[in-house]
T-cell receptor
Framework: KNQVEQSPQSLIILEGKNCTLQ??????????LRWYKQDTGRGPVSLTIMTFSENTKSNGRYTATLDADTKQSSLHITASQLSDSASYIC????????????FGTGTRLTIIP | NAGVTQTPKFQVLKTGQSMTLQCAQD?????MYWYRQDPGMGLRLIYYSASEGTTDKGEVPNGYNVSRLNKREFSLRLESAAPSQTSVYFCASSETPTGWAEAFFGQGTRLTVV
């Protein structure tokens, strides 16, 4: 069964600090991996998309890495801001053209001043 | 740009009542989707429409029906609501099937069935 597991479930850090969120997946065959940010009461918004051939992708202070051999991804947030408080969801697409994305349950990140 | 717009934002239903969740996108996307999000679980696909005129079941279709009214609009209907359908529902759209293209989500509909 295709699965996406994220850790930690929740994380609290001080404003200005860095943090790293983890994603492990068992989806195969694998097409691409996405990271979404979901603010409370809002829909998910895309941060990055990486294909199986990409190792890293950045979007401002967000940097995602991918190791397709070990089926692991991480999302690193640099110099956190209060607005980074949200849930971060890892999503894996099993193959091109397949509508059935597999979603992780997310990591709830709280930034405190 | 409005993107993906869902109505209503909140709804309370009694068991057995019916309702339709509306979704419209203004990005000229071909594919549209309905997901539900429950505590402790990832988003799960209910139904999708890869293109105008087609609809297909997703992971959890039981108790739901959909209509792709035109290229812009994709509605989700609960014929006889049950407490197990209490959830947050998200509509999404993408230019092509989501294996390739970015998916854009609406703001969600929080549904409570009592």
């Amino acid at each position: 069964k295709n699965q996406v597991e994220q850790s930690p479930q929740s994380l609290i850090i001080l404003e200005g600090k860095n943090c790293t969120l983890q994603c492990n997946y068992t989806v195969s065959p694998f097409s691409n991996l996405r990271w979404y940010k979901q603010d409370t009461g809002r829909g998910p918004v895309s941060l990055t998309i990486m294909t199986f051939s990409e190792n890293t992708k950045s979007n401002g202070r967000y940097t995602a890495t991918l190791d397709a051999d070990t089926k692991q991804s991480s999302l690193h947030i640099t110099a956190s801001q209060l607005s980074d408080s949200a849930s971060y969801i890892c999503v894996v697409s099993p193959n091109f053209g397949n509508e059935k994305l597999t979603f992780g349950t997310g990591t709830r990140l709280t930034i405190i001043p | 740009n409005a993107g993906v717009t869902q109505t209503p934002k909140f709804q309370v239903l009694k068991t057995g009542q019916s309702m339709t969740l509306q979704c419209a996108q203004d990005m000229n996307h071909n594919s549209m989707y309905w997901y539900r999000q429950d505590p402790g679980m990832g988003l799960r696909l209910i139904y999708y429409s890869a293109s105008e005129g087609t609809t297909d079941k997703g992971e959890v279709p039981n108790g739901y029906n959909v209509s792709r009214l035109n290229k812009r609009e994709f509605s989700l209907r609960l014929e006889s609501a049950a407490p197990s359908q209490t959830s947050v529902y998200f509509c999404a759209s993408s230019e092509t099937p989501t294996g390739w293209a970015e998916a854009f989500f609406g703001q969600g509909t929080r549904l409570t069935v009592v």
